[in-house]
């Protein structure tokens, strides 16, 4: 078959033609691309910006690039699985815009390579089927719409097209070389397959219109600048990662939110003195909007043994985590970062992990924030350190005095739920603080543990400032000297037994309070605290502060172990009786 060449504006057209009907399952997903008849291979492309060269053989696409800019505009553009599309790039840092005009989404199920950046815009949506294998410097796979002349100044603005729906679903393998970046965007966003950028940058945003923008080492960020609601969406969400997303030493990026400046700041880049968020402001104002609901049940991963591990922020209207963030570290220096941020409700539920830990330096930093905020089931988040603890917060900062992160109403934490920020070689132990403006119900179990000759015991606070609920443990034993716990509710009562209503079950969160105002310490619950587990040689307990807003009573005496050096710590704002 003779090959056929286009330059400029020189439309081409193929020489062979084959059908083929869309797969039940992706329409199901997508609602994007239509059931009739479509065309295999790219149909029709027309060089319409920048210079440039299309070649189409009987299985491959080859375009050609003679600029670092280059538009093409496509009548269709499907690959079938013994397809291949070439794009052939001046350099690393050269742009593809590739516009797709048919009136039904594009399926992609064979190859595209390039050595640069590429860009796919379709409308009506996209599909990288499971045979689907992308190797490229970079990819955008958006179903919004970009204009031309705004690409080929600079202007990376994609917005939404009325009466279509714009979804992105990948199901393949997308890989981008190292420090790359790979950007999924569209009103719904779902990744099942394999997404890889080493010290890259992976960015899934839902919305009505998205800014991308590149930073100096050339990185892509994305904002949403116009939301999409969950209610038009109906019940689905409209960001789901059930696949495995991996930016080793980069950056992971979900959103289905309204917000700016994510990543612009530093979350907290030594040690675990200071704590700020990727929304919020040292003001305490914050850049999180509205938008939809964001499920994450599979991987994101930005941990490395070459590099100080990444970042990683979730955001959305509602946040459920089930699956797996791993941003831990091999080397010295603290661990990574992971932020989960929604404007209503975050959970973490099931086996859902967050790990920022660090085998030979510092642990990193954890911060779950949200209006509500619940861990359930068997949730875990872990930022131990060889060296030391990191730090983890949960519903806000130290007294929820932090202006740079952002409080939430109320917080519950299930019984079987596991904060750990461990020194696991030779250090202190890190810092966990839980906190709701009003209510935190806390029924799990927190570490923050000392190791080595000398290691301290961290810190750790646990609170609502109007109501505790605290049925949990925590041990902040070290070798060197017990760590403190603060309970620091508005009023105490330490009593024989608890109040008589029952530990929530595994499995459910419950942000409601009924037993009024007063919170009861069961006086065997401090002692316990204070002792430690004796059968432990190595837990030497916790030293105690309960600390009330109003009033502290003692209704029932209490002992503690005869070895015990310990300290309980009372402090009222007005009394305390004994």
């Not at 973490?348 to 660090?358: C, D, F, L, M, Y």
């Not at 060889?386 to 019984?415: H, M």
């Not at 007063?518 to 065997?524: D, L, P």
Request: glycine fraction near 14%.
């Amino acid at each position: 078959m003779r090959p056929i060449h286009t330059t400029g504006n020189v439309p081409c057209r193929k020489s062979f033609f084959r059908r083929r009907v869309l797969p039940a399952a992706v329409m199901a997903v997508s609602q994007a691309l239509c059931a009739s008849p479509v065309l295999a291979g790219p149909e029709s492309g027309r060089v319409v910006g920048g210079k440039g060269d299309i070649v189409q053989g009987d299985r491959t696409t080859t375009v050609t690039q003679a600029t670092d800019r280059l538009a093409v505009d496509w009548d269709s553009f499907d690959v079938d699985s013994d397809e291949i599309v070439n794009y052939i790039q001046p350099g690393s840092d050269s742009i593809a815009l590739n516009r797709i005009l048919s009136h039904r989404g594009s399926e992609i199920h064979g190859q595209i390579n390039a050595n640069g950046l590429v860009v796919l815009v379709n409308p009506h949506g996209m599909v990288f089927g499971k045979d689907a294998q992308v190797n490229v410097g970079g990819m955008i796979a958006s179903g919004l719409s970009v204009d031309t002349s705004d690409f080929m100044n600079g202007d990376f603005t994609f917005a939404a097209l009325e009466g279509t729906e714009g979804a992105v679903i990948n199901r393949g393998i997308i890989q981008a070389s190292t420090g790359g970046s790979v950007g999924l965007l569209g009103r719904r966003v779902n990744n099942e397959g394999v997404i890889s950028a080493e010290l890259g940058a992976v960015n899934l945003a839902a919305g009505k219109e998205a800014v991308v923008t590149f930073d100096d080492t050339g990185l892509m960020g994305v904002r949403v600048t116009r939301e999409i609601l969950q209610d038009e969406l109906g019940v689905d969400p409209a960001l789901v990662n059930n696949g495995e997303i991996s930016a080793a030493g980069g950056r992971v990026l979900l959103t289905a939110s309204t917000s700016q400046d994510i990543f612009s700041q530093a979350v907290n880049t030594g040690g675990v003195g200071h704590a700020d968020s990727v929304v919020v402001h040292d003001d305490g104002s914050f850049t999180l909007g509205g938008g939809a609901d964001v499920v994450n049940t599979g991987t994101l991963n930005v941990s490395s043994t070459s590099s100080p591990a990444g970042r990683v922020a979730v955001l959305g209207e509602n946040i459920t985590h089930s699956g797996v963030v791993q941003a831990d570290s091999q080397l010295s220096g603290a661990g990574g970062q992971v932020e989960l941020h929604a404007q209503g409700t975050t959970l973490v539920t099931e086996h859902g992990r967050i790990s920022a830990q660090n085998q030979i330096g510092q642990g990193g930093n954890i911060a779950v924030l949200g209006q509500r905020v619940g861990l359930t089931d068997h949730a875990s988040l872990n930022a131990s350190g060889a060296s030391g603890g990191g730090q983890i917060l949960v519903g806000g900062d130290y007294k929820g005095q932090n202006t740079a992160i952002r409080n939430s109403e109320r917080t519950y934490l299930g019984p079987e739920t596991v904060l750990q920020a461990n020194a696991l070689a030779d250090g202190d132990g890190g810092r966990v603080i839980v906190w709701a403006d009003e209510v935190t119900r806390y029924a799990g179990h927190l570490e923050a543990k000392g190791t080595g000759a000398h290691g301290l015991g961290g810190f750790a606070e646990v609170s609502g400032k109007e109501v505790l609920d605290f049925r949990g443990t925590a041990s902040l034993s070290g070798p060197g000297g017990a760590g403190t716990l603060l309970l620091d509710p508005q009023d105490i009562i330490i009593q024989e037994t608890l109040n008589p209503d029952p530990v929530p079950e595994s499995g459910t969160v419950n942000f409601s309070y009924e037993a009024g105002d007063e919170v009861t310490f069961s006086h065997i619950a401090i002692r316990d605290l204070l002792d430690g587990d004796l059968n432990d040689a190595n837990d030497n307990g916790t030293n105690v502060i309960l600390e009330a807003t109003r009033d502290i009573k003692i209704a029932t005496g209490f002992s503690t172990d005869a070895g015990n050096v310990n300290s309980l710590t009372l402090e009222a704002g007005d009394d305390i009786q004994v």
